[in-house]
């Protein structure tokens, strides 16, 4: 069969769109099919039924009017009576649609012409659709493009088949961008939005770094080093903790390169950005050490519930550890993921002295004891007049100067004196109407019911209702800083699994739990554990 002009137009002009737009010729001729129907139903009527299909070989246009198959027709132009239906089809039943062919309609150079432009919309929401999908499974991905301009600071790029934006939060400081410029960033999100896909690109990102790693050291590409945190202050400095899955290969100075080849590859991208190259290690403390470099540590003091530590440094090296505005902890801290406090040793020896003394008072005023006999059992550890009411009483009676006698006494006068504090607590407690009923639970103290009752938490369904950050403080990270908050048992010695079962034993006295819940709960965690073990 020939082709006829106008159709042979149609064709070339859904090739054309396919191909400037890069997506399916038969997306662009289905919009074009769409347009016609559109043109017809305003020849034919706008409230006929009108399908239009498009032959995708020939672009011969086929019209037809679609009238549904009802037992009372209502409206002549969109419904036909079941009887006449069968007339046509014998097999017609209600529901169907009856196609009715109507003349085609003349459709010149212009007539395409406003067909493309009706089109438009259409093409471009699958052009939309297309480089969504393209570039959805890109996230965490470097890519390459050319600055197309620059909006109030933020960087529009052509990535070719897309457009991404580099804000001005997500660029390198001091880092300035010309219409042609080739650009390399990482795309960190992509999102459908009204108005298309959004492509969020990044210089400061710490993955961008890393990936500029893995192209420069085929070690790391292949999965034999591997970097496991990385902390950057972008366009100044960073820390990056690498380890080598091969002890044979030293992932520093893979990292490094020949003559430093491979890191200044990185640095010449983040404009000067200095990268210190740090090894990882699983004891926290050696990793500590390791992420302050250059510094030199004299010692560390680690508190694992609070993912805290001391680090101690000769008086000459503070300045240096601390960094210029306190940059080399805080991207220590970042990199390790702990709470880092530096101090000097002779702050270190001050603060020490100073809790020596603190708890010697402690022991003469709660003892009734000489300041001789407080600081023997401060230098023998004990920090509290608990420890020294319920330890062994051997282990006193072994201090140097002691004997078993003088050991008797001094756990006596210890435990009189709590049970003096014991006595002035339940008083407040009850001064503050908290329930006898929290007693039950295990771990409770009479100072725990006062902290309680200050803060208006009487009953035991009180209690339930608090969790375990209410009871043992939380912490926020935010900018690299950790800030902590109190909670109501900080002062006291209890962990937050304690603080968690204290909470469950009210849950269950208040009746919100019960056994049988507690039990299936801890089956379905076995089961997720064996799941992820799997």
Wanted: proline residues 2%; glycine residues 6%; hydrophobic residues 40%.
């Amino acid at each position: 069969m020939a082709v006829s002009a106008n159709r042979l137009e149609l064709l070339q002009i859904a090739d054309a769109v396919a191909r400037e737009k890069v997506i399916d010729r038969e997306i662009v001729l289905a919009a074009m099919a769409d347009a016609i129907q559109k043109a017809a139903r305003s020849r034919y009527g706008s409230e006929t039924n009108i399908r239009a299909d498009i032959n995708s070989k020939t672009g011969e246009i086929r019209l037809q009017r679609l009238l549904e198959v009802v037992d009372t027709v209502e409206d002549y132009s969109t419904q036909i009576a079941l009887e006449l239906a069968r007339d046509r089809n014998i097999e017609a039943k209600i529901g169907d649609f009856i196609a009715d062919p109507l003349p085609p309609m003349d459709f010149g150079r212009i007539a395409a012409q406003s067909a493309k432009q009706v089109i438009v919309q259409k093409v471009r929401e699958a052009e939309r659709d297309r480089q969504f999908d393209e570039f959805k499974d890109r996230v965490g991905e470097i890519v390459n493009g050319t600055v197309k301009r620059v909006e109030y600071g933020n960087v529009i790029v052509d990535l070719g088949r897309g457009e991404g934006i580099i804000r001005r939060d997500e660029m390198i400081p001091r880092e300035a961008f010309r219409y042609g410029d080739r650009v390399r960033a990482y795309v960190y999100d992509v999102r459908r939005e009204q108005r298309g896909p959004q492509i969020f690109l990044s210089r400061t990102h710490p993955q961008f770094m890393v990936k500029l790693f893995t192209m420069e050291v085929p070690e790391i590409y292949d999965g034999i080093i591997q970097i496991k945190s990385v902390a950057r202050d972008p366009g100044s400095r960073a820390k990056i903790a690498v380890i080598s899955n091969d002890s044979s290969i030293d992932p520093v100075g893979a990292c490094v390169g020949m003559r430093g080849s491979r890191v200044q590859a990185v640095v010449g991208e983040l404009q000067g950005e200095k990268i210190d190259i740090i090894p990882w290690s699983n004891d926290p403390a050696a990793f500590i050490v390791n992420a302050l470099q250059p510094a030199e540590v004299a010692k560390v003091v680690l508190d694992e519930d609070a993912e805290r530590i001391e680090v101690v440094v000769p008086d000459e090296q503070l300045s240096l550890a601390i960094g210029r505005r306190g940059q080399n902890v805080r991207l220590a801290s970042q990199l390790t993921g702990w709470d880092i406090d530096i101090m000097t040793e002779a702050e270190e020896s001050e603060r020490r002295q100073k809790e020596f003394n603190e708890r010697t008072n402690l022991f003469m005023d709660a003892l009734d004891v000489d300041e001789m006999v407080g600081q023997v059992l401060a230098s023998e550890g004990f920090a509290q007049v608990e420890e020294v009411a319920y330890v062994d009483l051997e282990e006193i009676a072994s201090i140097d100067g002691f004997d078993e006698d003088t050991a008797q006494e001094i756990q006596t006068r210890a435990r009189e004196y709590l049970e003096k504090i014991e006595a002035e607590m339940d008083a407040k407690r009850k001064e503050l109407g908290v329930s006898d009923e929290l007693r039950s639970i295990d771990g409770m103290t009479s100072q725990m019911m006062v902290a309680l009752g200050e803060d208006g938490i009487k009953t035991v369904e009180d209690f339930a209702g608090c969790a375990a950050d209410d009871l043992v403080g939380w912490s926020e990270r935010k900018d690299g800083e950790t800030k902590k908050f109190e909670g109501l048992f900080s002062k006291f010695d209890i962990s937050r699994a304690e603080a968690e079962n204290m909470i469950v034993q009210a849950r269950l006295a208040a009746g919100w739990i019960t056994e049988e819940d507690l039990a299936t709960e801890a089956v379905a965690e076995e089961e997720a554990e064996g799941e992820q073990e799997a």
